[in-house]
């Protein structure tokens, strides 16, 4: 379990799907990456499922980020 | 003459989808059409319009369809054309700046390597998957999809909890961070009022009347509609609580949501008793188990009034009914003379609000439906972004026309008296939802006053004068199409029943003249 993350830090956001969210967010000044998203492993469920599955090993090796 | 185009691997979002669709409609000669994402629910709504062809039905969850039905094939033609040129000239690969976009959260974070939050609103399918993606990577999440199945939001909820970071949602519609809005969200000071929400409409709704009160927001942490069913436990609210409790902008802290679990709520409560800071609670219909530190209030209105009340250090009682103005506008209503229905409708883009308002008004007029059924009721409050009705389309915050067609018609139902309505303004929101209202509630009167009745419009308007839309001039829109607007949802409410059974003046007005 990790101490859980302030609230206080400065806004900025990175923003997948829905550009509208990102527009908004740039015109109110919070610096903000828009992703040219497309659906991960072409959109084939059995394809995500494994994906998903591989990262999740992955990601247990790595600490919390500071 | 039905055209149709599928482009492979092309991405587009919703809205941008939806707008497209739109300008389509609007060109000469074309009668119907449709830009999509190929979803199998997106083949479905594709083959009930009449829109499907043989290649539509080849494509898939990552290929955008665009289907035309038109006049001539000139106007097929042309209409394709014509998506052709607005889809590429608003999907640059590059961003303003001359830069590739990137495609992965990963590519993203070497463009940002100090983000805090992700913003994750793509298809309910892959949502969970991104939302994975960007916890592991240690950002705060914001998850405005729906469709996610409860299992993937428990596991979501729990990897956050042990990152020690926010997942709110799935299904959040609005939050605030630093005082800033996320999704839909209404423009408000940063300030000293911390919420934790289980509802979008219900937090914009607490916002916009604190803003209205001088009070602003320090954080708005949306926690999604299930976080406090029994199978997620609250796990984002304590965690949530946690974080406001010790969060040195936040002076005092509002919770909104529906009613807990039964099994939830004295974790709640246990939750809320930790907290030093004054905490008012609005769980839509929910009392406290036992004696709590906390104020609790039963409208979203009174949860501003309240936490307004214990900063400024002031009294303060639950709001009712303006006597005077609401005898002035009966009296004014009266006066028209019409002969009228006896239900009321209610027609909701916010859920939340509906739901609220059904609290208020069951006491008062007896049991509300919830759907549409063709029965002739006294009491029909609908939210019409209950995903029954946004299933391959926009929610009526985004995209006005299914509530108006619903108004129209209810000018030509002769059990109707009283159109109860809600206007949400804010960003991302309808640049302009004032108008379609008004046009269609104007249309829905003279169709019934053809008839010899009455309709009466009720509404309230959650917005601040800093919102996109401008909050006096849309109000000012409504009023000029002849709908009385009231200060909160509740009054709306209230006010909807009293014009709809006067002989309630004594319990919802006093005594008074």
Known sequence: ?66 | MLRAEVWRSFYQDSVVLMRLAESLRALDGVEEAAALMGTPANQDILAAAGLATEETRTATPGDLIIAVRAASHAAAAAALGRARALVVERRQPTDGGGRVRPRTLATALREMPDATVALISVPGAYAAFEARRALNHGLHVFLFSDHVPLADEIALKQLARRRGLLCMGPDCGTAYLGGIGLGFANVVKPGRVGCVAASGTGLQAVAAHLAALGEGISHGIGVGGRDLSAEVGGLMTTLALELLATDPATEAIVVISKPPAPDVLPALERAIAQVAKPVVVCCLGARPAAASPARWVSTLADAAGAVAAVLGGHPWTPSRLDAADSRARLAGVERRGEKRGPGVLGLYTGGTLAHEARLLMEPLLGQASTRFDGASVPLRIVDLGDDEFTVGRPHPMLDPEARSARVREAGRDQGIGVLLLDLVLGRAAHPDPARALADAFAEARRTAAAEGRGLVGVASVVGTPDDPQGLTGQVATLRSAGIEILPSNADAARFAALVARPALAPSLLGDGP
């Open chain 1, 1 to 66: 379990m990790t101490e859980p993350q302030p609230l206080g830090a400065p806004l900025r956001a990175i923003n997948l799907g829905l550009e509208v969210f990102a527009e908004d967010l740039a015109a109110a000044g919070v610096p903000v990456v828009h992703l040219d998203w497309r659906p991960p492993a072409g959109g084939d469920p059995a394809l995500l499922a494994l994906l998903a599955r591989l990262e999740d090993d992955d990601e247990s090796e790595r600490p919390a980020r500071a």
